[in-house]
Structure formats: structure tokens, C-alpha cells
């Protein structure tokens, strides 16, 4: 079918004419003058951030297909504002029309409800009622001929929702619209194909940084307000601490643990345990790494099987002595006769909470997490911003607080609120807040089952619903300047609306709430202030609650947004503890301006803020947030920031940066370099030895002539010694020296030709289109890493080209091909280096012998080694073993940058 993209009057079957009211974004323009090819396939798939107008993308290409519709949401606030675009949007009067229905069981020209309605009706405990419940409802839908199905965020599929959104879709065959601004791109390959079976392939994917160069999204900042555990919290955690450090010393030199260890029969004979050994490799390391840190001599079949020498055994640390107990407590062989020792360790370590299920936990107590991530000092960083924020901006002030639980203990019903705020949660923000009363300071609270409002606005909201009965409300008890609304049954979303009106009209200036009620779908553009004070650390929510800050606001053309982050520092962990590491990972998923001293340019990560990476030692709480306020202070230099960094480019290309493991001192071409100048200058004190010794003989004839017997044959003696201990230990270091730059390698200078032969491998295999203008490009970075990136791929192509890319340039895990790359240094000395083939060229030998070849084309010489065969389980064994004892191998992490 195909649609004229100028054609905005539609009166083909729609019940009535319909028109967008306003001029298109240009995102959204584009992809409206392309709708038939990206139709092509039946399926339109658009990636955006929040507040870019997908919702409103999505009502024009159903109206323009022009066949009644099925619209899916997440939840309830988000079906609802399908629903209120649709009739504000694009009808001339702004009603609602009698063909548009929220209820599946009654489905109309424009049907909108949620996935959780669509898995209930099609759901029921009897097999054959649910066969003929699904059966009722596809009969519904084909009589009202719905041709069109519009899935709105649908990375929030569960399972069961999956299973039956797809019965719904193989029985209609319809046209598809996916949008969502969180594409699942960290699942596994078979996770991405079940998605894009539903949603079809990304069709555009617009990031925000393109969306803030046209002026769809504000400018804004993430700041990070940084707190140390309270009084008691802090007792807790050193407690916590000592318990580590004491059990880590105590098992690491537990003989009963090393003999136990060392009697299980891989162990014993290593050699006729190679299977075993290849699937629990982790397991039989960390038990010679245990055995090795307790004196025990390894023998040389245990130390062959790994093809290490004695002195690279790696060092004992708690992560490899976790490894080794889990194997210990949990292996189902081999410890029989251990099994009362076992049994009292199992019980010792869940006793002191270091064992949860089947997982051992010696580098963090469990209980570390939940005190930091719920610490009361953040609390009251939260009273800290919004004083600092109430400050800045007065009347002007847009707060939401976001956090998890509603904590309704805290509202009691006396006289008096003197509680102490001793949890994190809705009310107990509220309490705080109330408690420091602020001028101009507005408070609101808005949750699923508690609303709050000044009582001044009680008024402002009985004008917001004029054709309403009045909603009922009652004053709190310890303070009648506020009141609580008690909306009746059926009138819940209606509050919702009506708070955010509220909101929106300065009533209310500071609004407290869940994340699941306002985290996502809610929409409120005049928002300039956003605190996350949630625990939430994934990708896919973190993003959606962020995305509520960043809307501009029509008539407000100056608008920026802060973005609150909250963090309780851990003083005994020099990285900063869990809650930052938490912080970390939710910052891979953030891309923003970076903050003075660095120059405005776009990155992502938390280092744009200038928080240290985890490999330096974090400085106390108030030393970081000095200038994060400083800054803060001054909203017009973050517009200013955002102009200067957007000039560099035009678009957000994802990368692959290579980089040395995160425990070198310095990068890997420095520190190749620096093997070889250490070679030279150990070459140089050999040689300075054997002039010790030529001198000897000289003195030695010098004293015939002097005849200073005494004197000179003590010197000839310590020059002779002095001279034989430099031989041994320079000539070691030498060979160490040399040896490691000769087996090191720099990959750096191939990640080009390696991308392009895994680019021809992909085409092939018809993962990424063939001989499409696709190019794969690297190039080295001042720190010495290298990043490529693939130009002219889709989201998709892109997103399969870097990870698969990443497979290759990791260390090897248990692939099922690996490549033996074959080079030679100086065309003299032979170097071996070994990639994986990536999973998905490596289900046929088909697949794998064509990645070699391409491998052999653009790369050098190979050889295609198979590891599921005895031989070549031992070669995977052997290099496996080499690579835990180094921390030279390559490490490769996706980022994105501007350009």
C-alpha cells in the first residue's frame, strides 16, 4: 500500500476527518517522507527518546494507513495519553469520538489498551477456555477489520505477553509500528530476534543529541550529589568490612579447604579429567590459585593442562577464592569424603550472610548494597538540592523527586508529626521538606494511593475539573497548610491529570512521587528539576524517568534541566562502594555534556562528571560536590556548553574502543615499549657483568706489578661475586623482558583489518546487508586504545557488527571455533595470538571456515582450530590458562561519540 507523505487529510476509512494540528519535527518529517519504504516489510520500527513525539509519529502512520488500529501500551497513564493526543491532536473539536475504545472486548476503528489487558483476556488456568478466549477476541478484531497494530514501548514484554501478543499478530497479519526509546540491545542474539520477529528491524533510531540540536529537547545536565553513611550506618558498614577482611584471611589459609581441594580426582590426574576441566576451567584455576597462595608446590601436569609456568600463577584474590568455594560447597563429586567440612563452611558462611542461594560473597557483604542504596544521608541530599534548586530558581522551580516506596507510616494521624526520618521514601521526603519550609516552596505528593496538595490549591483544583463533582479532601493533622485529596473509585488517573495542571500552574512547585506512577508516560514539559532517588540501575527504567526532565516546554525557549543523581560513598572501598558501582552502570546509558575543567564535548559515562574511574580512589563526598553546585549555579553556561559541543558534529556514532585490561599501569603500546627499552637495559647490565669479569683479569694483572696481594684479592673476589649474581638475575629479567614483548603483541594496529574481514563474514552470513556502502573504520586514541566504528549501518547492523566484533577482541571464554592467528616478529621470531569466532558465525563449520578465509584476506595467516574435539579442547585449555595469568589482554567496551 502506499501513502503520499504530503496527503495530511485522511477520509479513506477513518470515521472522520483527521489532521495534525502543528508543523512535524524534522525527525519525524523524514521518516513520514519514507514511510513506503520502511513499509516495505509491513513493519515500521522507530527508536527515540522520551518526549522526542513518538506517540504522535505513531497516530499519523495509523491514520495514514488508514485501517482501524490497535494501539498496545505499558501501562494505564500511557493508553491515556494515546488517547488524549489522538483527540487533542489531531480532531477538530477535541472530543473524544465514539469509534475510539479502551476496552478489548468492545474494540472499535481505534482501539487503545495496555499488554497486561491483552495477556488477560487471552489467559485463563483452563487450556481449552483460553483457546477459545483468544479465539472470541481475534474474531472481534477481524470483524472490525483492524489491519494496523502499534506497539508503544514494547521492550517492556514479559514472556507470557510476548507468547500472546504474538498469536494476536500471526492471526491478523497486520501492519506493524514499534516505538520505544529503550531498544533491547544488551540481550542475548536469540532475545533480539524474538523482538525484532515482533517489531520488525530498526527502521531510525534518533538519539538526544540530535533531538537537542533542533531544539525537540532541552539542554540539560546530570550532576551527582554524593553522601557518606549517618553515624550508625557508618558503625554498620566498618563492621561489615572486618567481617570480610577476617573471613578472607581465615579461608585463604584454611588448610582444611586447600587439602580438600587438592584431593579431587581433576585435580589428582589432570590428564584424564580434560573433559571436566573444560567446562569448570574458573573452578579447577581458582583451586591451584588457592592451593598455589597456601605454599603448596603444583605439579607440572596441573600447571600443563593450563600451559602456565609456576611463576605466573596469578595471585589469590577474594573473587578467585569465591570461585573456589562455590566449586567447593557446590560440586556434586568428587568431595565425599569431605562432607562434614563442607557442611560446616556452608552453614558458617550463611550465618555471616556470605552465601546467598549457591553464591559466595567475599569482595561485598549483600548487606552493603541495601545500607548504602537506602543510606538515610540521602535523605537528606535530597533536602540539600532542593533548598540549593529553590534557591536558584524561586517561583520558577519545577521539582520532581522520584524514588520507591511511599513509606505511609510516616502520615500519622495525630496532632503532631515528630516522627524521625529514619527511611527513604515518598513521605518521609515530604516530611523533610515540610519540616525546612522555604519561600515560594509549593509541596506536592502524587502516588497511586496517597495525593497531597497545598491546601491554597484546593480551589485551582476544583477549576482544573469544572464539570466534576468536587473531589473530596481532608487537611493533614499536624498541618492544615496541606491536605490530602481522596479521589473515589473510577477518578484516580483523572487526580493524576489534575496534580500535574497543578504542577504545571506553579500551585504546586515541588512534587514528590513513585517511579512507577511518574517514571514513565507521565508528562509534565514545565519540569526543570528532576531527583532520582530511585535504586534503579537499568538501562530501560533509568533512561524512561530521565526522559520526564528533558521535554521542552512551548513558549519557554531558554529551558534547561537539572538532573539529580544520588550516591552514598563507602570510605573503606577506595572505588567508592556498590551504590556507585550501581551509578556507574547507569551512566553507560546516559550521553550528555561534560562539566568544567574538561572542554564541552558530548561523552557518556560518569568520568564527563569528573567522578574518578573505578581504578582510582575516590575522594571524599564533599570534595566532589563543591563544584558540582558551583556549576549547577549557572543554568546559562549548560545552554552554552551544549551550542559548543554540538558544533563538533552532527550525529551519535556507537563505537568499540580496544583498550589494555583496567590493571595496567600504563597503556599497552607504552608498556610494550616499555618491555623493550627494560630489555635493552637489561641487555646492557649483562653486558656490564661480563666487563666485571673482564676486569677482573685485568686487576688481577695489575696486582702482579702492585703486589698489594691482601687488598686486591678481596676486591677480585666481591668483583667476581657481584659480578655472577648480575649474570643470573639480569639475565632472568632479560628473558622475562624479552619474552614479553615478543609474546605481546599490539592488536591495536589490526582491529581495522579484523573488522573489515568480520564486516565480509556478516554480509555473507546476511546478518548485515552485503556490499551496502558499509565500512568499518578504526583509529588510535592518545591513551593508546583503539576505537572502530561501522559507517552507514542501521541501529541494527551497527548494534550485531560491535557486539560480535567484541566476541573477537575479548579474551576467549568457551567458544565453539577459535582463530590461532599466525604472525612472525622481525620475520624471525613466530607469534601466536588467538580470537574467538563469534557465535553467530560459528553455528556450521561452514560459517567458521568462511571467517577464516576472510580473516586469512584481510588479516594474514590462520588456523581454524575446533574445540569440541579432544585435541582441541586441550589447545582452548592451554590458551585459556595462559590468559588468566596475565592482565595484557585486550578489553573492548561499546561507547558512543559525537562527530
Not at 136 to 155: F, K, M, P, S
Request: glycine letters at 6%.
Amino acid at each position: 500500500m502506499k501513502f503520499a507523505a504530503e496527503n495530511l487529510l485522511l477520509l479513506m476509512p477513518l470515521p472522520a476527518p483527521v489532521q495534525f494540528k502543528f508543523p512535524w519535527r524534522g525527525y519525524q518529517q523524514r521518516i513520514l517522507e519514507e514511510l513506503d519504504d520502511h513499509l516495505a516489510n509491513d513493519h515500521l520500527h522507530v527508536v527515540a527518546p522520551p518526549g522526542s513525539g513518538k506517540t504522535v509519529l505513531g497516530l499519523e502512520v495509523l491514520c495514514r494507513l488508514g485501517e482501524p488500529a490497535l494501539v498496545l501500551a505499558p501501562t494505564l497513564t500511557i493508553r491515556d495519553q494515546w488517547v488524549q493526543r489522538f483527540c487533542e491532536l489531531f480532531l477538530a473539536d477535541g472530543t473524544r469520538p465514539e469509534w475510539l475504545s479502551t476496552n478489548l472486548r468492545q474494540p472499535d476503528w481505534l482501539t487503545v489498551s495496555t499488554y497486561q489487558a491483552l495477556h488477560a483476556v487471552c489467559t485463563n488456568p483452563d487450556p481449552a477456555v483460553e483457546a477459545a478466549e483468544t479465539a472470541a477476541l481475534i474474531a472481534r478484531l477481524r470483524e472490525q477489520g483492524v489491519r494496523t497494530l502499534v506497539l508503544d514501548e514494547a521492550h517492556h514484554l514479559q514472556n507470557a505477553w510476548w507468547r500472546s501478543l504474538m498469536r494476536i499478530k500471526e492471526a491478523l497479519t497486520p501492519t506493524v509500528v514499534g516505538l520505544t526509546a529503550t531498544p533491547p540491545y544488551d540481550v542475548s542474539a536469540a532475545e533480539w530476534k524474538r523482538y525484532c520477529e515482533l517489531n520488525g528491524p530498526v527502521d531510525a533510531e534518533i538519539t538526544v543529541p540530535e533531538l537537542v540540536a533542533a531544539g525537540d529537547l532541552c539542554p540539560h545536565q546530570d550532576y551527582v550529589c554524593f553522601s557518606e553513611p549517618t553515624g550508625s550506618e557508618g558503625q554498620r558498614l566498618h563492621e561489615l568490612h572486618e567481617l570480610l577482611r577476617a573471613e578472607y584471611a581465615a579461608m585463604r589459609h584454611d588448610p582444611a579447604l586447600a587439602a580438600a581441594l587438592a584431593s579431587h580426582p581433576a585435580l589428582q590426574a589432570p590428564h584424564d579429567h580434560l573433559d571436566w576441566i573444560y567446562g569448570q576451567l574458573p573452578s579447577f584455576a581458582a583451586s591451584l590459585i588457592v592451593l598455589h597462595a597456601q605454599g603448596r608446590a603444583l605439579h607440572p601436569d596441573q600447571l600443563a593442562v593450563l600451559g602456565v609456568e609456576p611463576g605466573d600463577v596469578p595471585p589469590l584474590t577474594p573473587e578467585w577464592l569465591e570461585k573456589a568455594l562455590g566449586f567447593y560447597l557446590f560440586e556434586p563429586t568428587g568431595f565425599e569424603a569431605h562432607q562434614a567440612h563442607r557442611r560446616a563452611l556452608e552453614k558458617h558462611l550463611r550465618q555471616r550472610g556470605l552465601l546467598t542461594g549457591r553464591r559466595v560473597t567475599l569482595r561485598f557483604h549483600p548487606q552493603l548494597d541495601q545500607l548504602l542504596g537506602a543510606s538515610l544521608s540521602k535523605l537528606f541530599s535530597i533536602g540539600r538540592i532542593v533548598e540549593f534548586e529553590q534557591a536558584a530558581l524561586g517561583a520558577e522551580l519545577r521539582l520532581v523527586v522520584l524514588t520507591d516506596y511511599i513509606r505511609r507510616e510516616f502520615m500519622p494521624a495525630t496532632p503532631t508529626n515528630e516522627l524521625p526520618l529514619n527511611r527513604l521514601g515518598v513521605l518521609p521526603v515530604f516530611e523533610l521538606l515540610r519540616r525546612q519550609t522555604q519561600p515560594h516552596q509549593r509541596l506536592g505528593v502524587l502516588t497511586g494511593s496517597v495525593v497531597i496538595v497545598p491546601t491554597s490549591a484546593l480551589s485551582a483544583l476544583l477549576a482544573a475539573a469544572p464539570n466534576q463533582p468536587p473531589l473530596p479532601s481532608q487537611p493533614l493533622p499536624y498541618d492544615n497548610a496541606y491536605s490530602v485529596v481522596l479521589p473515589p473509585a473510577g477518578r484516580q488517573t483523572e487526580l493524576v491529570g489534575l496534580v500535574t495542571q497543578l504542577f504545571e500552574q506553579g500551585d504546586i512547585t515541588t512534587l514528590i512521587g513513585t517511579k512507577a506512577l511518574l517514571g514513565e508516560g507521565w508528562d509534565a514539559p514545565c519540569l526543570n528539576t528532576l531527583v532520582l532517588a530511585s535504586f534503579v540501575g537499568s538501562f530501560v527504567q533509568s533512561n524512561q524517568m530521565r526522559g520526564r526532565a528533558i521535554r521542552t516546554q512551548a513558549g519557554q525557549s531558554e529551558k534547561t534541566s537539572h538532573i539529580w543523581h544520588l550516591a552514598c560513598l563507602d570510605p573503606h572501598a577506595s572505588a567508592g562502594g556498590p551504590d556507585l558501582a550501581l551509578l556507574r552502570r547507569r551512566f553507560q546509558a546516559f550521553v550528555g555534556v561534560a562539566l568544567p575543567p574538561q572542554a564541552p564535548g558530548l561523552a557518556e559515562g560518569l568520568g564527563r562528571l569528573g567522578v574518578p574511574p573505578a581504578t582510582e580512589a575516590v575522594p571524599p563526598a564533599e570534595t566532589l560536590n563543591a563544584p558540582t553546585f558551583a556549576h549547577a549555579l549557572d543554568r546559562p553556561a549548560l545552554s552554552r556548553r551544549w551550542q559548543t559541543a554540538l558544533a563538533a558534529g552532527s550525529q551519535l556514532v556507537p563505537q568499540l574502543r580496544v583498550r589494555p585490561d583496567f590493571e595496567l599501569p600504563e597503556p599497552l603500546p607504552r608498556l610494550r615499549r616499555l618491555y623493550l627499552t627494560r630489555t635493552l637495559a637489561y641487555l646492557l647490565a649483562e653486558l656490564s657483568c661480563a666487563l666485571l669479569l673482564f676486569a677482573e683479569q685485568a686487576l688481577n694483572v695489575l696486582a702482579r706489578f702492585t703486589k698489594q696481594k691482601h687488598s686486591v684479592a678481596e676486591l677480585l673476589l666481591l668483583l667476581k661475586i657481584g659480578a655472577v649474581v648480575g649474570l643470573v638475575m639480569f639475565g632472568r629479567r632479560l628473558w622475562q623482558a624479552l619474552r614479553l614483548y615478543l609474546t605481546y603483541r599490539d592488536i591495536g594496529r589490526d582491529v581495522e583489518p579484523i573488522a573489515q574481514a568480520l564486516l565480509a563474514a556478516l554480509g555473507r552470513g546476511g546478518l548485515v546487508r552485503a556490499g551496502a556502502g558499509l565500512t568499518a573504520v578504526a583509529e588510535r586514541e592518545p591513551d593508546g586504545s583503539v576505537t572502530c566504528s561501522l559507517l552507514g549501518g542501521t541501529a541494527f547492523e551497527i548494534s550485531v557488527f560491535l557486539r560480535n566484533l567484541a566476541e573477537i577482541l575479548n579474551p576467549l571464554d568457551n567458544p565453539r571455533y577459535v582463530l590461532e592467528r599466525q604472525s612472525t616478529l622481525w620475520r624471525l621470531v613466530p607469534q601466536r595470538d588467538y580470537h574467538a569466532v563469534p557465535e553467530e558465525l560459528a553455528r556450521t563449520k561452514k560459517d567458521a571456515e568462511h571467517f577464516a578465509h576472510c580473516w586469512h584476506q584481510r588479516v594474514g595467516s590462520c588456523r581454524l582450530i575446533f574445540t569440541r574435539t579432544l585435541d582441541g579442547r586441550q589447545e582452548l585449555l592451554r590458551v585459556r590458562g595462559r590468559t588468566l595469568a596475565t592482565a595484557l589482554a585486550p578489553r573492548a567496551e561499546e561507547r558512543s561519540r559525537w562527530q
